[in-house]
């Protein structure tokens, strides 16, 4: 039998793939795809306590390509959020794990979006942001900046929505940004987020390589690889692994195995940066977004709001979708109450 390397719950990489990809060849989001099996695979991620929601969109077919095992539902056009949001309702006890593009969020799921994000609903929502439709043939999305030229569109003479700055102004716990060439970060705020009690939108630059990967696109590997700053080395260990370091100095990288045997890189760096911040951030962004840098990693957390299955109470030992309708009927004393409030 071939030396295959189980994690703590016994699975294998391979557990968490899903079908073949039948995206185009070095398109972003496949990219993303194999991060977030890397990062389920390396937090112990069971797949059955896991839900996939999408909604329409090359990017929302990715879910196909990952954890074949969990559950999944691909949802309406921009209309996710709120299918994710009765789903996490109905069982509070499940991890999920959302994919949208930059289409599906920020043009007809706008209204959506922000309703997610005020109500704090414990998933990760993964922004593809490509620029365009991808899946439609390359029309300008709201992300797509102003200026930008494309072959058979013309010149988009719109200013853009910036993911960030819209999730952080409608009140979300946990904002990052990523660009689908970059493996590591990638990986390691999946794994942040997978973890964070509240709604963490992570806005992934994800080249659409058939309809904008112009180097003069902001959406593009080129561009991208060009401009990106990352604001922290990022590095995510799980609360639950303390491995305790021996002499790191500033400045220098260190080797760490993991209890599950996987190896993570770290390096300290100098620079200063503090994503409890929300002022900073948000002037962070602006500043960013002004002088055309890709700032990358994790921009704000909150980590003490509660979440939307806090502020309803769900029961914590049984999830609303497996109760028997005895446990869901109201007293007969109840119902007098809510009878004479009525009338
Ligand atoms: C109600 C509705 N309107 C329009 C469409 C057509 N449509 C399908 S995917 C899509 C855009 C997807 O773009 P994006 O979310 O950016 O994802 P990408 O394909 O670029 O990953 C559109 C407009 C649809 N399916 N449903
Ligand atoms: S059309 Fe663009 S977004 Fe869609 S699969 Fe191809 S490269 Fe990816």
Redesign the pocket.
């Known amino acids: 039998m071939p030396n295959v390397q189980l994690n703590l719950v016994g699975l294998s990489k391979n557990d968490y793939r899903g079908a073949p990809t039948t995206l185009c060849a070095g398109c972003g989001?496949n990219s993303i795809s194999n991060q977030i099996i890397a990062a389920a695979y390396e937090l112990n991620v069971v797949p059955e306590e896991m839900i996939k929601l999408s909604g329409?969109?090359?990017?929302s077919k990715s879910p196909a390509y990952f954890l074949n095992r969990s559950f999944g539902f691909n949802s309406?056009?921009g209309r996710m959020p709120s299918v994710a949001t009765g789903a996490m309702f109905g069982d509070h006890r499940m991890r999920a794990l959302a994919v949208?593009?930059?289409?599906?969020t920020t043009n007809?799921g706008m209204g959506q979006f922000k309703h997610i994000m005020r109500r704090n609903v414990p998933m990760v929502y993964i922004v593809?942001n490509?620029g365009?439709?991808?899946?439609?043939k390359g029309q300008f999305?709201a992300t797509a900046e102003k200026g930008l030229r494309l072959k058979y569109q013309g010149l988009n003479p719109f200013t853009p929505v910036d993911v960030v700055e819209e999730a952080m102004a409608s009140g979300a716990t946990f904002v990052a940004r990523s660009f689908a060439g970059d493996a590591n970060q990638v990986k390691a705020l999946i794994k942040a987020a997978l973890s964070h009690n509240g709604l963490a939108v992570l806005d992934i630059i994800s080249p659409?390589v058939t309809f904008n990967n112009e180097d003069d696109s902001r959406h593009s590997y080129g561009w991208g690889r060009e401009h990106q700053e990352p604001l922290h080395d990022f590095t995510f260990v799980p609360r639950e692994q303390e491995i305790q370091l021996d002499e790191f100095p500033e400045g220098t990288t260190k080797t760490v195995t993991m209890h599950d045997g996987a190896t993570i890189v770290l390096k300290k760096i100098d620079r200063d940066y503090d994503p409890t911040n929300r002022s900073a951030a948000m002037r962070l962004m602006e500043d960013a977004r002004n002088e055309a840098v890709l700032l990358t990693g994790l921009v704000y957390v909150e980590p003490n709001q509660p979440s939307l299955t806090d502020v309803a109470d769900l029961p914590s030992d049984r999830a609303l979708n497996r109760m028997t309708e005895a446990d869901l009927r109201p007293d007969k004393q109840l119902i007098d109450v809510a009878n004479a409030m009525m009338f």
């Open positions: 989001h329409i969109g090359c990017s309406l056009h949208s593009g930059d289409g599906d007809i593809e490509n365009v439709y991808g899946l439609t999305s659409c």
